[in-house]
Every structure is written in C-alpha cells, then in structure tokens.
C-alpha cells in the first residue's frame, strides 16, 4: 500500500525519499542537501519533504516554520 502512494509521486520527489531513507525516517534538510545526487536547491528540496511529511511518508529532525 505504501509503495503504491509512492509511485504516485513525481520521479524527482521519489528519488529525495530513497536518499532521505538512507539517513533514517526522521532527518535535518541540511543533510539531505549534501548527500543528495542531484543536487536541487534548498528550496526545492523543502516542497519535496513538506509533500512527502503531508502524506506521513518522513519527517524532518527539526520541523519547517508553519
């Protein structure tokens, strides 16, 4: 069931959650920032991770500002 929501998911959002499930289901955005492959922009990476955190996919170490 999981694996079917993240199919839906556009191919550059599903390739941050493989590398942030490298570092663990709870994670800072810096981190991810430096290890991932290609590179996006900070901000970039934040609507991947909110989008991925609305759907209880992940959550971040330290949460965004609301």
């Known amino acids: 069931m999981v694996l079917s929501r993240i199919d839906r998911l556009p191919e550059e959002h599903k390739l941050t ?11 800072d955005i810096d ?11 900070r901000d970039i990476l ?6 991925a955190e609305s759907r209880d996919f992940t959550r971040l170490e330290i949460p965004l500002p609301t």
Do not use: D
């Open 17 to 27: 959650l493989k590398v942030a499930s490298v570092i663990g289901r709870v994670f």
């Open 31 to 41: 981190l991810l920032c430096e290890i991932h492959p290609a590179r996006p922009n």
């Open 46 to 51: 934040l609507e991947q991770v909110q989008i």
